[in-house]
């Protein structure tokens, strides 16, 4: 065996340390594989043997480096036990947060500053419904150290901006007359089939959700049944496009029924390694969509809609994977799970700064700032691929070690 010399030691140290920054430091401790981390503070202890038998001023400072970033893992390694074996309650505080947050996006991105007219009603319910469950849940928890009152009493009153807004889109429906109606109308079956573009079409089933499916066929036989009960307009040309609207609507909701019963029998077949890999790919493909369209672009000249699709598609992602790492525990999914979410962090914000360098634009420009989105995103990247690798990341499809 060759011997320990203090350069192969600082390179070693080195290569922990960056693993170390990369997987643990500032991440949250529930979320953290203790394990890994085990054999990383294993590894570490070697260090600081071997650095002991470097003689001279730059052993001693070597091993004093080394000694210390032994003690923080150490430290850090008491503090993941607590937070996952002594204090449940922080990893349900983190998880009513992250649902808090990604409500709050869904807001942000699909109705702050729209046009009423155009705002689908099932959409805002949800978000709606995932903040009146979790924050009293999150106030009862409110003496913890990981609830910040403040943001809790701003988040309670965010809720009631919420709920006044769908009173005013409620309110703008019911005083339309027949010609708004068929806007409105015609608005939410739109909504319904982008959700369906992004969450399903040209995805692998098992990555998708039922339950989602069911909540579209449901809003999209309502609209076809308003718009059906509407005055066929006087028009020929106008009448021509209600029954052509009518007809294609009918045709998606019989595709989308009949893909209900495909959905079910593939999440039920789908072993968990093949599902870890399904929804490492979709991640994955996503993460390279966002390098290629995003990374590195002059903000002003992104197209805000795309982004916010992907946004919405990494969110389901996101949700699925944790549920199958609640009930399967698997192991390469459970270490996918916290990278999809800081991905997923990372482009919210990426989507709000973007959104001000339009309205920047706009304002430049003598135009009206409000950025409610760019033009509608195009279609969807190619069929998802089993296997995708990108720089500095690889989620799915990875066999164990």
Not at 30 to 35: A, P
Not at 146 to 157: C, D, I, R
Not at 225 to 235: D, F, G, H, I
Not at 273 to 295: I, K, P, S
């Amino acid at each position: 065996m060759a011997k320990a010399t203090l350069e192969s030691i600082r390179t070693l140290s080195e290569k922990l340390h960056n693993r170390w920054m990369r997987e643990f430091a500032g991440k949250p401790r529930h979320t953290r594989n203790l394990g890994e981390l085990e054999k990383l503070l294993e590894k570490a202890a070697g260090l600081t043997h071997k650095a002991k038998g470097i003689p001279g001023e730059k052993g001693d400072a070597l091993e004093k480096v080394v000694v210390e970033r032994w003690k923080l893992y150490r430290a850090e390694r008491d503090s993941i036990a607590q937070a996952q074996y002594e204090r449940p309650e922080v990893a349900e505080i983190h998880g009513l947060g992250q649902e808090i947050e990604r409500a709050l996006a869904v807001w942000r991105r699909h109705y702050a500053g729209r046009d009423r007219r155009t705002r689908d009603l099932p959409r805002l319910d949800a978000v709606i419904h995932t903040l009146a469950i979790a924050l009293p849940r999150l106030d009862a928890l409110k003496e913890h150290p990981e609830v910040k009152k403040e943001s809790l009493e701003g988040l309670q009153g965010q809720l009631e901006v919420l709920k006044d807004e769908r009173g005013e889109i409620e309110k703008l429906r019911r005083s339309a007359d027949a010609s708004q109606r068929n806007v409105i109308v015609l608005a939410e079956a739109q909504s319904a089939l982008d959700q369906y573009r992004v969450h399903f079409a040209r995805q692998p089933r098992a990555t998708c959700t039922p339950a989602r499916l069911e909540r579209l066929v449901a809003t999209l036989a309502k609209s076809i049944e308003e718009l059906a009960a509407l005055p066929t307009p006087s028009e020929a040309e106008a009448a021509d496009a209600h029954a052509k609207n009518l007809a294609l609507l009918n045709s998606h909701l019989v595709a989308w029924k009949s893909e209900l019963p495909l959905l079910l029998a593939a999440r039920a077949a789908i072993e968990p390694r093949d599902l870890t890999n399904q929804l490492g790919a979709v991640a994955n493909q996503l993460f390279q969509l966002y390098q290629r369209e995003f990374a590195g672009k002059e903000r002003g000249s992104r197209n805000l809609q795309l982004l916010s699709d992907m946004c919405d598609r990494l969110t389901e992602v996101g949700e699925l994977m944790t549920l199958h790492d609640t009930a399967t525990r698997e192991a390469i999914n459970r270490k996918n799970v916290p990278v999809v979410d800081e991905r997923l962090r990372r482009y919210e914000s990426e989507w709000v700064e973007i959104a001000k360098a339009k309205a920047a634009q706009a304002q430049a420009a003598g135009a009206p700032t409000a950025v409610a989105g760019a033009s509608r995103a195009t279609k969807p990247a190619g069929p998802v691929k089993p296997r995708v690798v990108l720089p500095g990341i690889t989620i799915g499809g990875k066999q164990p070690e």
